[in-house]
């Protein structure tokens, strides 16, 4: 019997775990809920489990033989802040909440990898599940690798993965190099001085000068930066103000940067702060700029994507495998864990149709689910043999 076709098995109780998640959705570092059920279900399945790692992450540890290697699997557990939209049985019954990003899912096929593991142990050397919360924005791998996750647990390589509506159920794809871009939000404060909206030569304005330097920052890309590079600087909210008849103090400008290497973000803020001071020194007012980076870029290792390679083409076959999918603008936290510790991150079919992520009607794919948690096995099975000292 195949990893899958075991898995397969499962399914029944898998889908019945990831409704329950899907109905009790919890916010980033609030994963309270959802971190008992994963932490029971690993004690249930005689994995060693530790819990609170990163505030309410859960990591899970199986050892098999006396193998030296290591390798670590991740699934993120929180939900987002939005009414769901949908008319599923098992819809959320939180107002405001809801996993709208297939996170139930992943957390799910994680647990179905662990099961699977922890009855067949065909693998030589230690697996660490990690649960990981509060992905979406909220800092979570940061929390967990602050609270010494790979000192405590520590990883050869790991492997995370996300669904991917647009690809058929049973596909995968994978990339080497950048496959997801590095994000930072930022917030530009202006000070000017107000006055009466019919008196403006008695004010420094504060939106006005806030209106130049938004303009001035679509520059940056398009004559900062190499053409060979890609990024995206996006001005999403101008404030300033309460009143029609007054010119305000203050005004602020706020948005987000996404790059695909380090260096190219901090291209963005140095030319940011520069553009800022400088427009904002012309209109006599004065300009700050707080760069905040939530996400790094997710970047792939060569070698790990081999593996997932090699597992993918086992479980599904070349056919229903892409390899090379364009980098996306969209971020994932676990880039923190890939800075730290080699691996690769890869998408799974979440069906060819349908809402994407973060949309109030997006549906995640409980057909989906095997295919995730046999390609976790296959990762440590194929990456660990047994029978071969690591």
């Not at 309410?56 to 390798?71: C, P, Y």
């Not at 693998?123 to 602050?146: D, H, K, R, S, Y």
């Not at 990024?231 to 309460?242: E, L, M, N, R």
């Not at 940011?272 to 427009?279: H, Q, V």
Request: aromatic share 8%; charged share 20%.
């Amino acid at each position: 019997m195949t990893a899958f076709e075991r898995i397969k098995a499962y399914q029944p109780e898998l889908e019945a775990i990831r409704h329950d998640l899907h109905m009790h959705p919890e916010l980033g570092l609030e994963e309270h809920r959802t971190a008992d059920i994963v932490a029971r279900k690993l004690e249930e399945w005689g994995i060693e489990v530790h819990r609170g790692v990163g505030v309410t992450g859960v990591v899970g540890v199986l050892r098999s033989g006396n193998g030296a290697q290591s390798i670590g699997l991740r699934a993120d557990m929180d939900a987002l802040p939005m009414q769901e939209m949908t008319d599923l049985p098992y819809a959320s019954t939180v107002p405001g909440k809801m996993h709208a990003c297939g996170h139930d899912g992943h957390t799910t096929m994680l647990l179905g990898a662990a099961r699977y593991l922890a009855e067949t142990r065909n693998f030589n050397g230690t697996v660490n599940f990690i649960f990981q919360p509060g992905e979406e924005g909220c800092g979570g791998a940061l929390a967990m690798l602050e609270d010494k996750l790979f000192e405590r647990f520590p990883c050869d390589r790991i492997f995370g993965m996300h669904n991917h509506t647009g690809m058929a159920v049973g596909t995968f794809a994978v990339r080497n190099g950048p496959a997801m871009a590095g994000g930072a939000f930022f917030d530009i404060t202006i000070g000017g001085k107000g006055s009466h909206g019919a008196r403006p030569e008695g004010s420094i304005d504060p939106v006005l000068t806030a209106c130049h330097i938004a303009t001035a920052l679509q520059s940056i890309v398009s004559r900062n930066l190499s053409p060979r590079e890609q990024a995206v600087v996006s001005v999403t909210k101008v404030q300033g103000g309460d009143a029609y008849n007054v010119i305000p103090q203050t005004a602020t400008i706020s948005g987000t940067a996404r790059f695909f290497s380090r260096e190219v973000g901090q291209q963005i803020e140095e030319a940011m702060r520069r553009l800022s001071d400088g427009i904002a020194t012309g209109f006599g007012a004065t300009a700050s700029v707080e760069w905040r980076l939530i996400f790094a870029p997710t970047v792939n290792t060569a070698e790990h994507v081999d593996s997932v390679i090699a597992a993918a083409k086992d479980l599904v076959g070349e056919e229903r495998l892409t390899v090379g999918k364009p980098p996306v603008m969209g971020s994932e936290d676990f880039s923190f864990m890939l800075e730290k510790v080699p691996g690769a991150y890869l998408n799974v079919g979440n069906g060819e149709e349908g809402f994407s992520p973060h949309h109030p009607g997006y549906r995640f794919d409980d057909a989906s689910i095997p295919y995730g948690s046999a390609m976790y096995a296959r990762l440590v099975e194929m990456g660990m043999p047994k029978g071969v000292e690591g």
